[in-house]
């Protein structure tokens, strides 16, 4: 791998596009050399375009106030010339979505994306690095297909599957068969805060669009094997999900049931959630957590006020495991839906990706 990436930021107005700004602001390997937006910020500085609708609770840093945004779809040669890859990140048509990061794939320069639109083209991996690293061994065939040398598209996962999923990996072996689970959703989700969305204030909305067909079948290609020329996705476990709006500025809840083939006892579960630990740890990427999932004894955590920092808010923590009477167990966990669940996910899959000579 080289010693330092220049990349992009493509969504850079956006709420998960800013939060790819303060991640990179001083990280070790990457340097941010191009932002990018949609037509109507074209030559605006990135200050200018993101007065009134900078929505972090630290200020945009100096280095980027004065760079002039591009046009992310017109100048996407221009882009693609001066980095090594770009992060995406972009409210539009799923179609156009498609079609750009494509465009950025066609013209060599890989895609590491938080978009969902390619999340199920089969022969795109969708990482999360302590996971299912081995997923980027599929970019071969992706190239090939695109008829490229370097150019490739890689997506992180849905962030309402980021707090469940990862429990449920270190148990894989004991064979879960089915799951029910329910999400409580931040506003930030949304691209949202309360100045923007006063309607979320003391309020739940039960219907996020998409959210719960997301929630049931990204898990199955994560957990999912390569096989030649596209991810197989698991079958099992069935995933039954319903996702809830919350009242919460940022963090991710999910309450989950599973029935195993082998049920477990549950000191092994616990010995399992402190142990776990993947190829990000292993390569001590950058932004990987010390300890991926924390178990909290006290019954009324994980909180998402007091928890969704965790480990720079890469972690993931989980509570209340407990016998249930439909199903094996029941818990609670949590994650960052914009720094694990987005583009703190998305930071920590390039770093695998770098670190695996794919960027090169
Ligand atoms: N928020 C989260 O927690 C979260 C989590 C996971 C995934 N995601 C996904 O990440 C993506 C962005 O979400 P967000 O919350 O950051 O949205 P957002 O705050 O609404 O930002 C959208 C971004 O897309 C840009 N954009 C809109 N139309 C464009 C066009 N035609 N060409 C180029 N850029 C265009 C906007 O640029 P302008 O400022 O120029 O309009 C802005 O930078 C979405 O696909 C979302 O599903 C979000």
Redesign the pocket.
Known sequence: MKQQYNVGI????????QRFALLLENHPWFRVKAL??????KGKTYAE?CEGRWKMKTPMPEQYKDMVLYD??ADAAEIAGQVDFIFC????KKE??RALEETYAKLECPVCS???AHRMTPDVPMIIPEINANHAEIIPAQRKRLGTKRGFIAVKS??SIQSYVPALSALLDFEPTEVAVCTYQAI????KTFETWPEMVDNVIPYIGGEEEKSEKEPMKVWGHVAGDHIEPAKLPVITAQCLRVAASDGHMAAAFVKFKNKPDRETILQRWKNFSGEAQKLGLPSAPKHFLTYFDEPDRPQTRLDRDLEGGMGVSIGRLREDALYDYKFVSLSH??LR??AGGAVLMAELLCAKGYMD
């Not at 990018?36 to 910020?41: I, P, T």
Request: aromatic share 0%.
């Open positions: 493509v969504g850079a107005t956006g709420m998960v596009g990018a937006a949609s037509a109507r910020n375009a992310a779809t990140a972009v409210d539009m156009d979505i938080n978009n969902s849905n962030c930030s989700g949304a691209g839906n914009t669940g987005a």
